[in-house]
């Protein structure tokens, strides 16, 4: 039987990985046959057995992906999810199916293998593989093309789309006063507030897509057409720092059904590629030779490299963006140098600008589900002045996403962590507004603002009704 991962339960305002709440799935139990209700038990084949009178075996255990968004027990994952799809294994097999299909000869069923990495992975296995961020894109790249990728791209181009979104639906936001707007990138603050606070947080969260989903939409689409291959003849994988981005990926709203296609097919975590070069123990990701990413979004590749950083923040640099961008457009103002003020501790920090007294803008960053739940309190108080924040539900935000490789016995966490930020630093910046994303945006959203713009880089959020059961299922 799959595993569920561990994660913070909700009684426990606690951001340390601790085993998840039970996992309930609702079985059909005829009333007749029992008064005083019955026991089920789940035995190790995956059969649910009822013990009222006698035993009696009922049906297999199967977990869909809206059973688990319908559970109230996982808020974000650390080890594993219930989606096959999803897995290493799915990958390997999709990759020797195509490679099989190329040798025999097989043109209507060979896929092209499209490879999307972002920047925390490469961080986390540059520290892992003891190489520079630029030498272990290289080196990734190497290694996905060994398998059969017949593309591997950076995350860039949809980084820049989404700050750009993102910070043009925050002006529209605060001249409309439909304030406070919460980020939405992170997959795991996104799941629980849609099953745990539905209509009160959701109109708040920003449509804008993360920059996974609109990936999956320029890979799907855009580059579709450059290449002239149907979207469903793409084969689209990503590499992420958290599993909640394999049930980002697995959303209904980011599924074609014309298409029969999925935006991301397959999510691969940074620990799952350090499983898959274990296998073989002589290999490590060095083994590889280095082969540049690929870039087909213009003509000319942007200079400095493969990694880039985005503002200060590991996260995806939402709140400095926004807020440098939102002092100019809305008050005139450049603002340079960003100064946080850390409230009960570090994952916790706020942002002001102030003039003549008067606050103008007031961002905060909440990261970790105990900072998420005081966030959530303060805003069904009506005590919080936030204009914008940036939610991220793991303590440190992305560098620390729940499928980093982990640190070697002896190192603490947060000590990793540190010396991924002090690597995130040393990268080059990257500046949204740019030839490729005006190009993008002139080329195939018919420009910034367009019907189509908003119809593909943004999505909506959905409150998830929970299932009442009263069974006692014991694992």
Known sequence: MSRFSGALQLTDLDDFITPSQECIKPVTIEKTKSKTGAKITIQDDGYYEETSTGVQKLQKVEITLQDCLACSGCITSAEGVLITQQSQEELLKVLNENQNNKLQGNVEKVKTIVFTVSQQPILSLAQRYELTPEECSKHLAGYFKSLGADMVLN?????????????????????????????????????????????????????????????????????????????????????????????????????????????????????EIEQMLSIRETDTLNTYAPVELDWPWSAQKPEGGNVWAHEFSGSGGYSDHIFKFAAKELFGDEVERL?????????????????????????????????IQNLVQKLKRGKTQYHFV????????????????????????????????????????????????????????????????????????????????ALNIKW
Request: charged share 25%; with cysteine; glycine share 4%.
């Open 390 to 469: 940036e939610v991220m539900a793991c303590p440190s935000g992305c560098l620390n996403g729940g499928a980093q490789v982990r640190p070697p016995l002896g190192t603490p966490v947060r000590e990793l962590t540190l010396q991924l930020e002090e690597l995130y630093k040393q990268l080059p910046k990257s500046v949204p507004d740019n030839s490729e994303t005006r190009g993008i945006y002139s080329s195939f959203f018919d420009g910034q603002h367009t019907d189509k713009a908003k119809m593909l880089l943004h999505t909506t959020y959905h409150a998830v009704e929970k299932m009442n059961t």
């Open 155 to 271: 995350t860039k181009i949809a980084d820049d789309l989404a700050l750009i979104e993102s910070r043009t639906e925050f002006v529209e936001r605060f001249r409309n006063q439909q304030l406070p707007m919460l980020s939405s990138s992170c997959p795991g603050w996104v799941c629980y507030a849609e099953k745990t606070h539905g209509n009160f947080i959701l109109p708040l969260i920003s449509s804008t897509r993360s920059p996974q989903q609109i990936m999956g939409m320029l890979v799907k689409q855009f580059l579709a057409q450059k290449l002239n291959v149907p979207m469903e003849k793409i084969y689209h994988v990503t590499v992420m720092p958290c599993y909640d981005k394999k049930l980002e990926a697995s959303r209904e709203d980011f599924f074609s059904e014309a298409n029969n296609s999925r935006d991301v097919d397959c999510v691969i975590t940074s620990i």
């Open 339 to 371: 100064e946080y003020k850390n409230l009960r501790n570090p994952d916790f920090r706020e942002l002001t600008l102030e003039k003549d007294g008067k606050v103008l803008l007031k961002f905060a960053i909440a990261n970790g589900f105990r900072n």
